[in-house]
Each structure stands twice: as C-alpha cells, then as structure tokens.
T-cell receptor
C-alpha cells in the first residue's frame, strides 16, 4: 500500500543553520508529493508540492525535489529562522484519488536564536 | 477570508456523551475531510465527502458518523465518546481530486474525553 516515512523529531537547530528533513514514500503509480507546515495552534498549510519525477517544489526558502529513483522528497532550507519553528508533514496523494492524501507522522522543528 | 472554520476549538466530554463538530468552508469546495491527529501518528482520515449529500469511510471511521447536507458544511458526530477518541480533529477541504489538489485545513478542535 501507500505510505510515507519521515524522520522523527524533534529537530533542534541554531538560527542560520542548514536544514534537511528526510521523507521517503511507498506508492504505486505516480503520486503527487507535498510538504505541509503546522505552526503552533494552527492547522496545516501547504508549504510546497511536486507532481512528477525531478520536479522541484519551493516556497519561503524551502525546497524539495521529487526523486523517483530513491522514492524520496527531502525538505531543505539553507538558512533557517526562528519563525520556521513548526511541525512539518510530508504527504502523498495517490494518482487515482486525492481524497486519500497520506501523511507522515510529522517532524517538530525548533530553531534557537 | 474565512477559509475553513471549525467549531468548537476545545471541548471536554465525559465517556458516553455525544457531540457534533462543525466544519464550514466558504471556498465552494466539493471535497471535505475529517482527520484526527495523534502524537507520533500523523494525520489519519476518519471520513470524507466528495460532494453534497455524499460521505465515505476513511482509515479510522469506527465510532464516528458524518453528514454533508449542505455543500459548505461537514459535520462529524461522536454518538458515545470514548477516551480513545481524545485527539485533535482537523477538517479540510479541496476543490477536486487530482494531482494538483491542495487541501485547506481548519485550525483544529482539541477534544478530551474523560
């Protein structure tokens, strides 16, 4: 079946550090891949997405590349800020039905000044 | 610009009590979903709807019922609450299904069953 595995947190970094949050997936066909972010006390919001192999999604300095050969969609940012502290969810949407978006377990990121 | 609104935001129930969570969206979306979020388990789909008057079971539907009488509203009911239903519940909506569909989420309802 379809599944998403992301690195466990919490992840704590200093401001301006480089960030990588790993995400790998299992899926049949060609899913779309997403990163959602959840700020404290809020719901999830879409951070970036990619719909086919080798696509790079980017937003707010974050990037992730759809790697079909390694079934990965790792989230990266070159220089994190305190305001990036949040929980990050990797997700996939199977080709056949977007109503069954599958989420990873989330990675809590804390950035210290 | 309200987006997706959930009520209530917090609730404490006693075991066996019933309640209804309301989700309203003002984006004319066809699809609506209810998820629960538990520590270390990500988001799990409870029920979803692909249009007014339709509902379908998700990954963890037991103990919950839903209704979609109006396109803009999606109700989640607990007929007899259990401590295992203590969780944060999120409603989401999307325009359609498809590869580029983005889901919009409400701010969540924190439910505690004692």
């Amino acid at each position: 079946g379809n599944s998403v595995t992301q690195m466990e947190g919490p992840v704590t970094l200093s401001e301006e550090a480089f960030l990588t949050i790993n995400c790998t997936y299992t899926a049949t066909g060609y899913p779309s891949l997403f990163w959602y972010v959840q700020y404290p006390g809020e719901g999830l919001q879409l951070l970036l997405k990619a719909t086919k192999a080798d696509d790079k999604g980017s937003n707010k300095g974050f990037e992730a590349t759809y790697r079909k050969e390694t079934t990965s969609f790792h989230l990266e940012k070159g220089s994190v800020q305190v305001s990036d502290s949040a929980v990050y969810f990797c997700a996939l949407s199977p080709y056949s039905s977007a109503s069954k978006i599958i989420f990873g377990s989330g990675t809590r990121l804390s950035i210290r000044p | 610009n309200a987006g997706v609104t959930q009520t209530p935001k917090f609730r404490v129930l006693k075991t066996g009590q019933s309640m209804t969570l309301l989700c309203a969206q003002d984006m004319n979306h066809e699809y609506m979903y209810w998820y629960r979020q538990d520590p270390g388990m990500g988001l799990r789909l409870i029920h979803y709807s692909v249009g007014e008057g339709t509902t379908a079971k998700g990954e963890v539907p037991d103990g919950y019922n839903v209704s979609r009488l109006k396109k803009q509203n999606f109700l989640l009911g607990l007929e007899s609450a259990a401590p295992s239903q203590t969780s944060v519940y999120f409603c989401a909506s999307s325009y359609s299904e498809g590869l580029n569909t983005e889901a919009f989420f409400g701010q969540g309802t924190r439910l505690t069953v004692v």
